[in-house]
């Protein structure tokens, strides 16, 4: 015995200064934190506490000032990166608001000044990449640089002067040709009453660009009052306010013809252009530049999933920046749902169990193997012939408890508004009999029993996920057969039904899913159980309990969000009612579509990680050296011109 003490002596001792070290350990943790939180340092508050909470887990206390004192950090980093935006640290403060959303992920402010620190910065590098181009001659690609800057930071004034230079500066371009003029200095006309044929005429002196008309044109008067105009506006206004309008032939020469439906059709160039798409169906497209381009010849082909449109080059160019501001990928999400089945049994046998109940006595004669008496034998039987049957006496003192855990941790990605099914158990089969003419057919189903959880998410563009959750916990229960013979098991089903909305990496726990059964049998010996107090000792007690709770916890994590055009795209002119085109009304017509343009951004990361910097496509602006966890902007090198 004393041995025995002696071996034992050692681990516990050895526990008991584990133990003491662990207390001791988390106190000091949190008088550290609580001195750190007075000084208002509560990001070191923050590690203090939760170093102690690590050692002691279970401690409420710990517990709420560890989760304040994340909070309160978390909001000392989002004051700073806000103060840093302010003063153009763009990098400092990214990493402030990083910090913060790693604190606290819910901290929509931190996404935000994450995002806008980042653009921001994006755009100052795009506009100094723009100046360095423009030194090179590269108006084209300095003009989509600007256009990139000015896309991230609309308050960026410095970027929109240098593109109004450049528009003024640009040679003036109608029907794909870059016109040959005279003069790129503005022209101011006051004409009353005359001819148009002589209005254009004068034109044509000041411009050198040689009119052809039409043998439609009528020789009518106009009147004109215009200062400072450059060619192209003088031209849109001419045609338009004598339902004229024109085609240039090439870079001196334009032709002049009255605009009526005959006349069109007559000098109109019509283009066959052919659309490859990524994400929308050409099918369902077809009905939308129908419906906003009036296309009539148009297309499909679904293997390839092309649409093929044949219509004027206005029409051409409006199709497909329509198109590209919808072929967009969709939205994708990962859902991580843990599901939890917690089993509570506790069961009691108490008291005295008699096996078997009953006490029997029995006559046996050793001649017979029957097991039958004849008159002779119950004649001459004895005491010594007599077996009796006594029941034994079984002690019952057995206590249980049980506390299963069931965890299951299914991950499955899904598409925006696309449902996504998860069952975990069994397909149990249920067998039914018909019986036609005499003859019995079984008929078998299968009945999905266990865990089944439907979900169908909706991203949202602010990274929210709406999510319609349906879960189900089926179990097997008796196995009952019915008149006509089948047998059938009795399903028991717990149903929980939502709709919730949850930020990206933000966790919903749903439970209260209980089912609880308690059972209680009770065996006395006649009499004596019956006798009160005493009677317990002749009576044997079965109680039984069985609890189940069912917890499911679901986080989605945003894999890809909605890409978002620029506003080229989200918003472009669109002509007349009987005449397309994408060039604003009296707008400025020096102007040319860039042939540099901007790609997609990169979807692989959050947009406030520096991930893969953006480029301008056709090799204009390839990415930034300078990597990853410095959050630089994308580099932009000096191409050739497109």
Aim: glycine share 6%; with cysteine; aromatic share 6%.
């Amino acid at each position: 015995m004393f041995r025995l003490y002696e071996d034992c002596k050692k681990p516990l001792l050895v526990l008991l200064i584990l133990f003491s070290f662990l207390g001791c350990s988390s106190v000091a943790h949190m008088r550290d934190g609580d001195s750190y939180a007075m000084q208002g340092n509560w990001h070191q508050a923050y590690d203090s506490y939760s170093k102690g909470l690590e050692a002691s887990p279970d401690n409420i206390e710990l517990r709420i000032k560890t989760e304040r004192s994340r909070m309160e950090a978390a909001a000392i980093h989002l004051k700073k990166g806000e103060e840093l935006l302010d003063k153009n640290d763009y990098g400092r403060a990214i990493l402030q608001a990083q910090v913060a959303l790693s604190l606290n992920p819910s901290l929509k402010r931190a996404h935000f000044l994450s995002v806008e620190a980042k653009k921001r910065k994006d755009a100052d590098y795009y506009y100094q990449a723009a100046l360095d181009l423009l030194t090179s001659h590269k108006k084209d690609e300095a003009k989509a640089a600007l256009k990139k800057a000015i896309s991230l930071n609309p308050s960026l004034e410095q970027a929109k002067a240098e593109l109004n230079k450049l528009r003024e500066s640009k040679k003036t371009t109608m029907g794909g040709y870059e016109l040959n003029l005279k003069s790129s200095r503005p022209i101011t006309l006051k004409f009353k009453n005359t001819s148009i044929i002589d209005i254009f005429d004068i034109i044509s002196k000041l411009s050198g660009i040689n009119f052809i008309f039409d043998d439609g044109v009528k020789k009518s008067k106009a009147s004109i009052y215009l200062e400072n105009a450059t060619f192209g506006q003088v031209m849109e206004l001419l045609l338009t306010t004598n339902k004229l309008f024109k085609k240039v032939v090439n870079e001196n020469t334009i032709i002049i013809i009255p605009d009526t439906k005959t006349k069109r059709k007559q000098y109109q160039d019509l283009l066959i252009q052919t659309f490859y798409l990524s994400n929308l169906e050409a099918k369902k497209s077809v009905n939308l530049l129908r419906t906003l381009l009036q296309v009539k010849s148009i297309y499909v082909n679904e293997k390839l999933n092309t649409l093929v449109i044949r219509d004027t080059p206005e029409v051409i160019e409006l199709a497909e920046k329509i198109l590209k501001a919808n072929d967009l990928a969709d939205s994708e999400v990962m859902l991580d749902v843990e599901i939890l089945e917690v089993a509570r049994n506790n069961s009691t046998n108490l008291g005295l169990d008699l096996n078997p109940d009953s006490i029997e006595a029995e006559l046996v004669d050793p001649s017979r193997t029957d097991g039958k008496l004849t008159y002779s034998t119950l004649k001459r039987f004895s005491k010594s012939d007599m077996l009796f049957s006594i029941p034994d006496i079984v002690i019952n003192l057995q206590k249980r408890y049980g506390d299963v855990n069931l965890l299951a941790n299914p991950k499955i990605r899904v598409l925006n508004k696309k449902k996504a099914k998860i069952h975990i158990g069994d397909r149990v089969p249920i067998v039914t009999v018909t019986t036609n003419n005499g003859v019995s057919t079984d008929n078998v189903q299968y009945v999905d029993v266990g865990v089944k959880l439907n979900v169908e998410p909706e991203i949202h563009l602010d990274n929210d996920v709406s999510l319609k959750v349906k879960l189900e916990i089926s179990s097997l229960g008796a196995l009952t057969t019915t008149p006509s013979g089948s047998q059938v098991y009795q399903i028991g089903t717990r149903n929980a039904e939502t709709e919730l909305r949850l930020h990206d990496g933000e966790t919903q726990v749903i439970g209260g899913l209980i089912n609880d059964e308690e059972r209680n049998s009770t065996v006395k010996v006649p009499f004596f159980g019956e006798i009160p107090i005493l009677g317990r000792l002749f009576s044997s007690v079965d109680s039984s309990g069985l609890k189940t709770d069912i917890l499911l916890s679901i986080t989605p994590h945003i894999i890809r969000n909605r890409e978002i055009p620029e506003l080229e795209l989200l918003r472009i002119w669109s002509g007349k009612q009987q005449e397309f085109s994408s060039k604003a009304p009296f707008g400025n017509f020096n102007e040319k579509s860039s042939a540099v343009t901007l790609p997609e951004p990169a979807t692989d990361s959050p947009a406030f990680f520096p991930g893969t910097p953006p480029n301008i496509r056709n090799g204009t602006i390839p990415q930034h050296p300078g990597g990853v966890n410095d959050g630089s902007p994308p580099m932009l090198n000096s191409g050739g011109n497109t």
